[in-house]
Structures are given as C-alpha cells and as structure tokens.
C-alpha cells in the first residue's frame, strides 16, 4: 500500500484535502521559500490563536466557566450566604434559567468571587488539580482531550516552519497557561489572555502575587490587537478564529504588508461536535462576512476536518 | 603568547577577572549541567533586566527623557501656547531649575504630550529616526553606543546557554523596542516596560492602534514582578538590576526553587562613566542593603569592569 506521501508524511493528517488544506500549505510554503517574493524571516512568522471554539471546544459552556462552577460548589462551605444569593444559588441548584437571567455580568461575577484571594502559585495548582480530574458534560473525557485534533496538528506544522505560536483569547491567562503546554506545545510566555488586577505582597518576608476580584484587562474584539501589539510588539502574519470577537485580530493581520493567512472555523457539525446554528454560540456573523468579502479562508469542521477529537 | 583560553575562548571578556565573574560562571554552569544538582530544563532558563542604569547609561539624563524633550522642541511650532506654559517652556529655555521644580509630575507630562496622539507604526518610526541622531551630551556619541558591553557579553552568553533574555524596565515599552534587537539582540516580544493606554481604530478600512493620553501601567518596582507574571507568566532564576526599582524583581527571583543569581550595578566610576556617590541618580540603598545581606552579587563597575562601552 505505497501512496505518494510515502516519502514526505502529510503534515496535517486530520484536514480533508482540498482548497482550504492547499491554501495553508500554499501560505506557509511562500512564507518559508528564501527566493521567492512573499519570504518572511523567521523572527517576523507570528501565529495568533484564539482559543475558545478554535483551539478546543467551548459547548455547552466555556470550560473555565466550568472551572468556575466547580470552585463554587468546593467552596460553598466557607460561604453560607451563597445559598440564597444569585448567581451563586443558581449554580448551587443547577438552575440554569436563573444563570442565564443572571447573564454577563452574573458570569463576571462568579469569576471573579473562584478566580481571586489565592497568590498566583495557588490558583496555578487549583487549575491544575481541577484539570486532572474534571470531564466534559457531552464527550465524558478529561476537558484536556478537547482539543481540536487538526488545529494541533497545524500549530506543529507552522513551529517545524519557524514560526511563533501564540494564544490571544478573552479565556483567563493563567488558567490558559496550566494546560497550553500539554495541549498545544505552547509556553506560558506566548500565551496573552484576559486579566484580573495583582498584588505584591510580603508574607513573613517571602513575596507572593496576591489576585485581586478586579477585573484589569479584557482581551476580547478591539483588546486583541491592542494585546498583540503590548505583548507581542509586531503585527502577526497569520491569525485564527471562530467567532466575531476575533474580527479586529483577523483585521490588524491582515492589513499589514506582504503574504497573510487569516482563517476562521465555523462549527458545522452537530454530529461530531456542535452546529452553531442550532445551538448557537459564539456569534460568527459580521466575521464570516468580512471573511467572504476579502476572501479569507473560511474551515467548516463537518466539510473539511476528517476528524475533530484525538479520541475519535 | 598562547594562554590557557586559547582554545575556549572567555565569553566575558569585558569582565575582570574575579569572585564576581566567577560568580556568573558558576551560576550558568550548574543550571546547564545536565546531571548536576541544580540543572535547570532550557524551557524555565528565564533571565530579566532592568534597562536605564543596568543595561545602558542613564546619566545625566534618561535618555528617553531626551527624546522627550527633542520632541517638544520639534513640536513647538504647533504648539505656540508651550511657549508660556510649564514644564514646556522649561525645556524650550533648557530651564533646568524650572524642570527640577516640576518634578515627577512635569515628567509624565512630558512624556505623554510627546508620546500620544501618534499610531503605533508612526511611533516606532519617530523613536528610530530619533535614534538615527540624537547624540549623549557627555559622550557625544549615538545614544545607541551606550550600552554597557559587559552587559552585552552577558546578555550573549546566557543566550548562548540556552537563556531567555528579558527587559523589565519602567522605561516606554514600545520606547525600547526600537532598539532592544539592534543593541542587545532582545526581540520586541521580550521587552516589557511602562505603557499607555491605546485605542483600536479604523481610518478609512485600516486599522489603526492609536496612543492616548494616558498612563495604562508603570513597570517599576512592585509593578516589576507583577508584569513579569503577566507577561510571562513564569519565575525567572536571574535577574540584573542596579536601583531600589528593582528590588521586588530580585526579591521575586530570589524565592523561586533552585539555584538563582541576583546582581546588581553598582555605578561607582566618576571617570570612565558616572559616580552615583557623587552626581546621585536611580537610587540604591535598599536594594543594596538586602543584596549584602543575602549574599546577592554586586557588580562595581570602576572594580569588575575592564572596560564599560565598546567605544572605549
């Protein structure tokens, strides 16, 4: 059973070939090539990634807010008002219908009351713990098996091309950084997130970071470029996303000069994963429109992902 | 005239030989050696620096400060009301007392009248033209000449040890990152530093970020550890500094697990370069007192140093 890929194993086993596989190849090939006209140098081959929806599934609910749900219920003892104050009553009784009345601002808050009070290390090993135990509602794995096979497979492929991969996503820094080495290869220094406020302090001489329940940083739609431009300090040349919060990122790559690769994963497959369309998320609206109009490439998972989770 | 380093030449060789040299070499050394007790995986060899007063000159004047001021002279003719208006008219005159009396805050109000209103792009190509010409009032030489080459050495050999090199300076992060690669061959990515606050705009369809009047986080002192956790999200096992702004960063480094090297710049050389004894800046006495108490290293640049800049 020789086939011509014999020689040269294909990159990106789990994409379907096609127009979308050819045009990251094509991208990455015209990148890489020192003679040709669209070269770049190693050090200017900047990957961004968002990570909800692109990276890993984020349905039926973001998985830190998950996280978030647990820290609840583990520390409801040491908070007996909880009990009857939204939203933490809701999550207390699984009342689903007063978390969604309770809305953003009630997610906010519930983040905000599991994710401060601890130093950084602390809150480093509650993620830690909560991650080697915790499985996924629907697919009943570890949430660490959830990433997206081919979107592993394509953060390799452009590393063994010189590139530098980076997570810029509204989830929370730090509890992105307790896994994206394990599941994407990716250290904690190319990882830029949303932030709470810090502080330093002197415990009996020894320092710690102390989290405050303060928001500081936001890194959704318009706070993408401007993080990529603080953290990273140059315009990436090729950018991934799934929804409308990632719009501005797509646009800041992709006005600057030279060859681009701007790719959006639209969530077409209620059988292996989600249809957005049924059970909406995410909201890809004006992104897939501005992704038709400049003829960006647009993944649709059920069309061109021959599979989804490592586990299939 | 063979010695015995002929074969291996001495990656320092700005330093005299000594404790303080020994000092470095045995630091590397034991965090590289792979079956020794303090070996240190490549991923975790992080080493930050502090910039003005560690890795460059700061007398007599922050050099970003006479940026600053170049920048008002050249934007004097459209802004005829400087010319009556304090700290402006202070620097227009070169009214050093009058500048002294406007103290920190007349500092950060120059910098900000210089430093916003301008995208990110223009920015960057105002810094580099500026540093194309400028030139050190008491070196009269490119300001770009005025890193220290011990410094240099350094930066080079912990890379070449398989170390991240970083820059946590409360000097202007995007300031910096005009020439962190050309004069330390730190990458922008790794440069961290005081920022303003920015806004995402479209002109016309391109996106634009746009600086605002507005300090969004200055990197000094408490703030020194609390961006290194933010930005990367890692403990360093080195850090250089020279001033009591750096103290919490050494302090942050100190407590980490395993072997660590703390220094500090001590700036005692009045004819080679400046004796801060004598003409006192940046501040180091806290610092300096802890160094000596916990056995830190502290580097006398009149003593440890055969030579300070290249030039020489």
């Given at each position: 059973m020789v086939n011509a890929n014999f020689t040269q194993a294909d990159p990106l086993p789990s994409w379907n070939d096609g127009?979308?596989?050819?045009?990251?190849f094509?991208?990455?090939?015209?990148?890489?090539?020192?003679?040709g006209p669209d070269h770049v140098p190693t050090a200017a081959r900047i990957a961004v990634f968002d990570n909800d929806g692109t990276l890993w599934a984020e349905q039926p609910l973001y998985i830190q807010l998950a996280f978030a749900f647990d820290r609840v219920k583990a520390l409801a003892p040491e908070h007996p008002e909880w009990r009857n104050t939204q939203p933490f009553q809701a999550v207390l009784e699984g009342d689903y219908k007063a978390l969604a009345a309770a809305g953003m601002k009630g997610v906010l808050e519930l983040v905000t009351a599991t994710h401060s009070g601890m130093t950084s290390d602390e809150f480093d090993r509650i993620a830690r713990d909560w991650f080697a135990t915790a499985r996924h509602p629907r697919f009943n794995r570890p949430n660490t098996e959830?990433?997206?096979q081919?979107?592993?497979?394509?953060?390799a492929y452009l590393r063994a091309n010189g590139f530098k991969t980076y997570i810029v996503s509204g989830g929370g820094i730090e509890f992105m950084r307790a896994i994206s080495e394990q599941l994407y290869g990716i250290p904690p220094e190319q990882v830029i997130g949303s932030s709470g406020k810090t502080r330093y302090e002197l415990?009996?001489?020894?320092?710690?970071?102390?989290?405050?329940p303060e928001l500081d940083f936001f890194d959704d739609k318009e706070g993408k470029p401007l993080a990529i431009q603080k953290f990273i300090g140059r315009r990436p040349i090729a950018a991934f996303g799934n929804s409308d919060g990632d719009l501005q990122m797509l646009q800041w790559t992709a006005t600057g000069a030279g060859r681009r690769l701007m790719l959006l994963v639209d969530h077409t497959d209620a059988e292996r994963e989600f249809?957005?369309?049924v059970s909406p998320m995410g909201r890809l609206e004006v992104a897939l429109q501005e992704a038709q109009q400049r003829g960006w490439t647009v993944v649709s998972m059920k069309d061109h992902w021959k599979r989804i989770f490592a586990f299939e």
């Open positions: 127009e979308v596989k050819r045009s990251i094509t991208f990455v090939q015209s990148v890489v090539d020192q003679n959830l990433a997206y081919p979107m592993v497979e394509l953060l415990r009996g001489g020894m320092p710690v970071i102390v989290r405050q249809d957005y369309r």
